[in-house]
């Protein structure tokens, strides 16, 4: 060994290196969790090349410990390379297997790395599940805090108060350890006045809830906002965002999440969720160096951790796992489907036994219906899917619009204004009517429920004719007053949440969307119910009705309609569909309802997608510039390698090193002339035939390490990539082997690829770059970005709407 | 154009030619339906190329309409090309759509197009479901017949005639109209003789159902033996085996597996419907163009049937996807995890309106517990994993050897003999034992149920303390006599079935292994179940039950861990694991045990993983040599492309063919002399530089085709792949020039390219051949039959055990 410096060779044997174990100590951690608040973004100078590529070496001194600073790492706002990052991992793994043979401690070490990543799951499930068990706990309570206080104890929300008086069950509401601001205040809660000083009051907490929220993000962590999934699709695609997922978003996020729901703004925790599971996951995957030092595998940690999330977010961990699945993850090893599954079980059980609104369930609107539905439903289901589809396609359109002007024009230079502005609407909107002045959980769990006929709500003030009732099972009845205000109310609440969410989605605040859209659909769902219903109920003679619905009989469940509006709705807007029909399977227990909600998850994706393709993660990646290869559209234009290669037809050509011809101070003019970030390595300027690909960063190190610690290496000196480098004047300086820092198999394509293979093989093996030839001599390069900017152009979308690498 | 015969270029504008068009009415189909009885198989010349490559090209004259007969399509056991065929598709696809603007026709058809897939699983999911509760029907019936005959009509079983009579509900099963065999020929059932003339009849019964279903299997279609889940997996992963999944196969799979159930030999009907699920699918393909033409895309409509026959074996739609997703599928998209859900929810309607148990349920062993369960009952849950772990492990050795043993010596030449011996022995030691004589499904699903206050079987006969009785809720009770017993003949079923199962399973006969699996685990988890249970009853003064399991409570509820332990031997046997877990789940119906039954899995395969890594479907594919490239398994070793590739170190050079040097004679020699299936080609013999990859198919088609139609093409013309011939004198004959035919695009990669990236490329992309380079220059290629002997041999395994392409 003749060079100093870390060594990248592909396959030598690992020999230890003393100059090497001096370095490895100052190793720094660039690691995705990296808590340095994210700087400015390096715009101006993206490199066209990716350095890596399809390389798989990287034999390190000690497996343990990176050989140089820096090294094996990426810069913020860089694809890595998921190829090099898995061949790291299998070297590893290599590594201890075969030194487990080899002594007891060692075996030790390599059982417990087997183990590390159950071990991880199981933490990343308890944190989890009590962060959201506390986030649920505390919503709760201060969205009560928005209406009055409990004398008994001001840390009690309002039915935790009034568990404690000895009221009867139909006034739990009203128990005297309660008491409404104006109750407090004014000493009673009647008439005009306390009514304005109620009003003022829940406007005055939601500003202060909302002021505190925007102020914590804008503050200590500008990553915290919004609901975090195309972030988190897009760093599970291979991306560094350094600080998204880092333990100041985490506080932030789960504190400013509890204010932003509690605030009252239409918005839901379940996004957000993701994000916070998500955090967990990449602050503890540093607890093991597996997971801590390789990209790859901590990705997998993170798709279990978002199944973790939504399994806590809705009580359904089979959904969860699908979703992460579905939705969320890029690279989804079967193992990883295991382990998710294990995790979101976890955080399920830790989340129950923190049992936050005390029915032992693990979410609000969990719910149990008894009656089957009948085949005729289906047309008003699939009517539900179509609204949900054309809701979806609106919002969607509307929301990446309003984003839009806000990213372009002055209205993003006021995001506290924004919020204030936004809630202040939302809350002086909401206090009147009693279906938004609820929080939207709420609200969602009143639509879902089946009226019994202990219900009190106004939903359930039917015209009740006891003489035709046998046991629990409620025939179809007559409306009554007070679902006739309530079916107003609903209206006025539809039409509210359809426009306020638009202008929430996308703020400088946590936010999620499964919430407000289920809201929508469950609304629309149960005025359709009701309508249904009450159609049946006094035309029960009509043939549609006839032979299923006779008079007396409990044919409509309006429940039913709302919980099938909420699918098509969520289904409208984030295009999810196995996933979508699991996670509402589990929030009702039966295999009979999943036919109507697959039925309207249907409709409401393909009223959707011939309306947009794109669902609104997919819409906000594409708004944020986002280098994401989506893996589940097919690219379908018929161009080839050579029109998407770089360098174009009239460009300079090809910046190559040669094999064994270059100065180091060649090397250095090109290195410091060009801003890419990698170069391919060809036998001769004249031949151009492709020997391998070295990275700029590989390069710099070893050239600056051998200047300082090398003899005889100077300006002149002749840089060698080469086994045996050709013989030269004894004159000349000693020559400079670079043979070890050469990825000897970059991936290669012929310039008449078809671009539909090139995007599939850059897709399913997480390539950075390809180099592309002709009759065995190198034309050009392929970069991720490229191919991302080829889409888009093919698309007739902005090629440069792709800002990062 | 001056070249006749169909054209293969890369992204030649379509044009029309009048020659094509001739020959392309007279298309052969050659596709896996087919039902040409297998021929033997050719075994002698396996080509070491494999045709095709990265190309997606194809263009075709009309797409609807294959060129030329046998082109784009494979020889039984050859593996398919993913690439091409997915780039086929996408080249209809592209058509239908162009044209889609121009007509209303073209319009509507490329909407039918869209929709097809839709409807195809409707289809699949109403036969599959269909075909299941016949099978469910014939054999519930079939199985009684061995026992009695029915006098109301002899098409009863013995529940549904005694649902006639009017007998009270424990009297059920001995009806009037009900006639034991001793009963019908006697006159009545009693004593010695009754007793041998009954187990004579249904010694008789059980030989001739088995002698008919063998014969049926040998005679008419020898596919319809085993699981056929080995076979399956194969298949999706890209392999033609035609005629297995014909409409002979599933016309005698379905009769022959009610046969070989009704039999009493110990297997299931679960594995088989998943095979007759498939034929399902893959005969439906033929009504659609795009489903029959393409083999990748008849693929993804497997998946989803394999899917659906899941779905109808456990009533478990869900966990049937993810059985697909997990287990069977190779190349499933997330688009396919949708439909597939379609299908196996479909299926599962279809099978719950046939109502096959008569109530409303999809499996006889559905079951409801509603006790919880205590942490500490864990300690035996996992008790039971070891248990299923060891007994997988121990299955799928022995059974394996003695497969291999069949295979290799005489006794594989007398399958009927030993499906007859099998059945005689099976027959002779299960009917003195009561729960070895019912069938597998009903003493699962006995052993599943938690003894109620009504239940009058002999598990349930406990010594009832009606005092302490509060309800529905029993306490644990003392065992009676009745538990003793049937303990003691519950553990002689044990070791009978774990013995007979091993020499079942193989034979030829449908025959599937999960239901004798669980019942293995069912009859372990009850004895353990029982005999916790017993000393917590005794003991519930030791401090392990202190404070969960007081005097008059029901603490263990042994039907759990007889689910429990279904589920770990399950898992030891096959591996699953999250499918497992929410097959199990969907059984249940409640959230509540998942942990239990994921602790057991889990356990389970840790125990079985540590003493053989492979499940019983892939050590049958292992043992029956088929071309499987595991997705689940890393490639460990640091082996690299250059010892792989072929040629190897002292063989001789690879055969090339340079693009503008050599005559047809030349050609026609090294087709003549060798028998790969692809022939790469390089710019001359001295340069080697990569040009292309051409078909040993295409060759032969086109030079035979421009012999008879092309004038001046004789022996010594020069064969031209390039775009411009070189000049040649005026009177040598003219120039064929075959670059239509030249895939320009074959897949390379560096002789240093490490083969675990290889490996995960093959896998990926699902490749059958790519081409090895060093610096530009061909230097060998490896194909997939390489990639699997490599693999076979870094495993310590015989590399001559890969039989096909």
């Given at each position: 060994m003749d060079q100093k410096g870390y060594r990248r060779g592909s396959f030598q044997s690992a020999t230890s290196d003393e100059d090497m174990l001096e370095i490895a100590g100052a190793s720094m951690d660039f690691s995705m969790a990296d808590d340095d608040p994210p700087l400015d973004r390096e715009m101006g100078g993206f490199s066209s090349y990716n350095g890596g590529g399809m390389n798989g070496t990287s034999t390190m001194m000690d497996f343990l410990e990176e050989p140089l600073p820096g090294v094996g790492t990426y810069e913020d706002f860089n694809t890595i390379d998921w190829v090099r990052e898995k061949s790291r991992d299998r070297d590893r793994h290599r590594e201890i297997t075969n030194r487990s043979k080899e002594s007891t401690w060692a075996l030790l070490h390599s059982v417990s790395d087997a183990f590390s990543g159950w071990l991880l799951m199981l933490l990343i499930g308890l944190l989890a599940g009590s962060l959201a068990g506390l986030i649920d706990i505390s919503a709760h309570w201060m969205t009560d805090l928005k209406e009055g206080v409990c004398l008994a104890g001001f840390w009690f929300n309002h039915e935790h108060c009034c568990w404690k008086s000895n009221t009867t069950f139909t006034d739990r509401d009203k128990c005297p350890e309660w008491k409404s601001w104006s109750q407090l205040i004014l000493g009673h809660g009647e008439g005009a006045f306390a009514y304005i000083l109620n009003y003022l009051m829940y406007v005055i907490w939601a500003l202060m809830f909302s002021l505190l929220a925007v102020l914590l993000v804008k503050g200590f962590a500008p990553y915290a906002c919004g609901s975090g999934i195309p972030e988190i699709k897009t760093i599970l695609s291979g991306f560094i965002i350094r600080g998204y997922l880092g333990k100041w978003t985490l506080v932030i996020k789960t504190i400013t999440l509890v204010l932003a729901v509690s605030s009252g703004l239409s918005l839901g925790k379940e996004g957000p969720l993701v994000h916070v599971a998500c955090c967990c996951g990449n602050i503890l995957c540093h607890l093991f160096t597996k997971y801590r030092k390789n990209e790859a595998k901590r990705r997998e940690v993170l798709s279990a951790a978002a199944a973790a999330g939504v399994s806590v977010a809705f009580g359904a961990p089979i959904g969860g796992v699908l979703f992460s699945l579905e939705e969320v993850s890029y690279y989804f090893p079967l193992k990883t489907l295991w382990r998710s599954f294990f995790a979101a079980l976890v955080a399920a059980f830790t989340l129950r036994s923190i049992n936050p609104f005390g029915n032992s369930r693990l979410v609000l609107f969990y719910v149990e219906f008894h009656m089957p539905w009948h085949l005729l439903e289906l047309v008003p289901f699939i009517l539900l899917g179509i609204f949900g589809g054309l809701w979806g396609a609106f919002f969607i359109r509307s929301n990446i619009a309003w984003c839009r002007r806000r990213k372009t024009t002055r209205l993003g230079k006021y995001p506290v204004l924004e919020v204030l502005v936004v809630t202040a609407i939302t809350a002086i909107l909401a206090f009147p009517n009693e279906y938004t002045r609820m929080s939207t959980s709420e609200l969602i769990s009143e639509l879902f429920n089946d009226c019994g006929i202990l219900d009190s709500s106004k939903l359930c003030e039917y015209v009740n004719d006891f003489n035709s009732t046998k046991g629990d099972d409620l025939p179809d009845r007559a409306a009554g007053p007070g679902v006739y205000t309530a079916m107003w109310q609903l209206a006025l609440a539809l039409i509210m949440k359809v426009f306020i969410t638009i202008f929430t989605f996308g703020m400088k605040v946590p936010s999620g969307l499964f919430i407000p859209s289920m809201a929508v659909g469950a609304?629309?769902?149960?005025?359709?119910?009701?309508?249904?219903?009450?159609?049946?109920?006094?035309?029960?003679?009509?043939?549609?009705?006839?032979?299923?619905?006779?008079?007396?009989?409990?044919?409509?469940?309006?429940?039913?309609?709302?919980?099938?509006?909420?699918?098509?709705?969520?289904?409208?807007?984030?295009?999810?569909?196995?996933?979508?029909?699991?996670?509402?399977?589990?929030?009702?227990?039966?295999?009979?309802?999943?036919?109507?909600?697959?039925?309207?998850?249907?409709?409401?994706?393909?009223?959707?997608?011939?309306?947009?393709?794109?669902?609104?993660?997919?819409?906000?990646?594409?708004?944020?510039?986002?280098?994401?290869?989506?893996?589940?559209?097919?690219?379908?234009?018929?161009?080839?390698?050579?029109?998407?290669?770089?360098?174009?037809?009239?460009d300079p050509p090809l910046t190559v090193i040669t094999q064994d011809s270059m100065s180091v101070e060649d090397v250095e003019t090109i290195v410091g002339s060009t801003t890419y970030s990698g170069y391919p390595v060809v036998v001769s300027r004249t031949s151009q035939r492709l020997v391998g690909f070295v990275l700029r960063r590989d390069l710099i190190i070893s050239i600056e390490n051998a200047r300082k610690k090398q003899d005889g290496i100077v300006s002149t000196s002749v840089i060698c990539f080469t086994d045996y480098c050709p013989p030269l004047p004894p004159s000349s300086p000693s020559v400079l082997k670079l043979r070890s820092i050469l990825d000897l198999s970059p991936f290669t394509v012929t310039d008449e690829t078809p671009m539909e293979i090139v995007v599939d093989i850059?897709?399913?093996?997480?390539?950075?770059?390809?180099?592309?030839?002709?009759?065995?001599?190198?034309?050009?390069?392929?970069?991720?970005?490229?191919?991302?900017?080829?889409?888009?152009?093919?698309?007739?979308?902005?090629?440069?709407?792709?800002?990062?690498?």
């Amino acid at each position: 060994m003749d060079q100093k410096g870390y060594r990248r060779g592909s396959f030598q044997s690992a020999t230890s290196d003393e100059d090497m174990l001096e370095i490895a100590g100052a190793s720094m951690d660039f690691s995705m969790a990296d808590d340095d608040p994210p700087l400015d973004r390096e715009m101006g100078g993206f490199s066209s090349y990716n350095g890596g590529g399809m390389n798989g070496t990287s034999t390190m001194m000690d497996f343990l410990e990176e050989p140089l600073p820096g090294v094996g790492t990426y810069e913020d706002f860089n694809t890595i390379d998921w190829v090099r990052e898995k061949s790291r991992d299998r070297d590893r793994h290599r590594e201890i297997t075969n030194r487990s043979k080899e002594s007891t401690w060692a075996l030790l070490h390599s059982v417990s790395d087997a183990f590390s990543g159950w071990l991880l799951m199981l933490l990343i499930g308890l944190l989890a599940g009590s962060l959201a068990g506390l986030i649920d706990i505390s919503a709760h309570w201060m969205t009560d805090l928005k209406e009055g206080v409990c004398l008994a104890g001001f840390w009690f929300n309002h039915e935790h108060c009034c568990w404690k008086s000895n009221t009867t069950f139909t006034d739990r509401d009203k128990c005297p350890e309660w008491k409404s601001w104006s109750q407090l205040i004014l000493g009673h809660g009647e008439g005009a006045f306390a009514y304005i000083l109620n009003y003022l009051m829940y406007v005055i907490w939601a500003l202060m809830f909302s002021l505190l929220a925007v102020l914590l993000v804008k503050g200590f962590a500008p990553y915290a906002c919004g609901s975090g999934i195309p972030e988190i699709k897009t760093i599970l695609s291979g991306f560094i965002i350094r600080g998204y997922l880092g333990k100041w978003t985490l506080v932030i996020k789960t504190i400013t999440l509890v204010l932003a729901v509690s605030s009252g703004l239409s918005l839901g925790k379940e996004g957000p969720l993701v994000h916070v599971a998500c955090c967990c996951g990449n602050i503890l995957c540093h607890l093991f160096t597996k997971y801590r030092k390789n990209e790859a595998k901590r990705r997998e940690v993170l798709s279990a951790a978002a199944a973790a999330g939504v399994s806590v977010a809705f009580g359904a961990p089979i959904g969860g796992v699908l979703f992460s699945l579905e939705e969320v993850s890029y690279y989804f090893p079967l193992k990883t489907l295991w382990r998710s599954f294990f995790a979101a079980l976890v955080a399920a059980f830790t989340l129950r036994s923190i049992n936050p609104f005390g029915n032992s369930r693990l979410v609000l609107f969990y719910v149990e219906f008894h009656m089957p539905w009948h085949l005729l439903e289906l047309v008003p289901f699939i009517l539900l899917g179509i609204f949900g589809g054309l809701w979806g396609a609106f919002f969607i359109r509307s929301n990446i619009a309003w984003c839009r002007r806000r990213k372009t024009t002055r209205l993003g230079k006021y995001p506290v204004l924004e919020v204030l502005v936004v809630t202040a609407i939302t809350a002086i909107l909401a206090f009147p009517n009693e279906y938004t002045r609820m929080s939207t959980s709420e609200l969602i769990s009143e639509l879902f429920n089946d009226c019994g006929i202990l219900d009190s709500s106004k939903l359930c003030e039917y015209v009740n004719d006891f003489n035709s009732t046998k046991g629990d099972d409620l025939p179809d009845r007559a409306a009554g007053p007070g679902v006739y205000t309530a079916m107003w109310q609903l209206a006025l609440a539809l039409i509210m949440k359809v426009f306020i969410t638009i202008f929430t989605f996308g703020m400088k605040v946590p936010s999620g969307l499964f919430i407000p859209s289920m809201a929508v659909g469950a609304i629309a769902g149960r005025l359709l119910g009701v309508a249904v219903e009450q159609l049946a109920f006094y035309h029960h003679d009509w043939p549609i009705f006839s032979g299923w619905c006779s008079q007396g009989a409990d044919c409509i469940t309006p429940g039913l309609y709302a919980m099938v509006g909420a699918a098509a709705c969520l289904g409208g807007v984030t295009r999810m569909t196995v996933s979508l029909v699991v996670i509402m399977f589990e929030l009702t227990g039966g295999l009979e309802y999943i036919v109507p909600l697959m039925a309207a998850a249907m409709t409401s994706k393909w009223v959707a997608d011939a309306i947009g393709r794109e669902g609104i993660y997919d819409a906000h990646i594409r708004l944020n510039g986002y280098p994401f290869l989506e893996a589940k559209e097919e690219f379908s234009h018929k161009t080839r390698a050579m029109d998407v290669m770089r360098p174009r037809k009239n460009d300079p050509p090809l910046t190559v090193i040669t094999q064994d011809s270059m100065s180091v101070e060649d090397v250095e003019t090109i290195v410091g002339s060009t801003t890419y970030s990698g170069y391919p390595v060809v036998v001769s300027r004249t031949s151009q035939r492709l020997v391998g690909f070295v990275l700029r960063r590989d390069l710099i190190i070893s050239i600056e390490n051998a200047r300082k610690k090398q003899d005889g290496i100077v300006s002149t000196s002749v840089i060698c990539f080469t086994d045996y480098c050709p013989p030269l004047p004894p004159s000349s300086p000693s020559v400079l082997k670079l043979r070890s820092i050469l990825d000897l198999s970059p991936f290669t394509v012929t310039d008449e690829t078809p671009m539909e293979i090139v995007v599939d093989i850059f897709r399913k093996l997480g390539l950075r770059q390809c180099l592309v030839t002709h009759n065995g001599k190198l034309l050009g390069i392929i970069t991720k970005k490229d191919v991302l900017k080829h889409i888009a152009q093919m698309a007739n979308q902005d090629p440069d709407s792709i800002l990062f690498n």
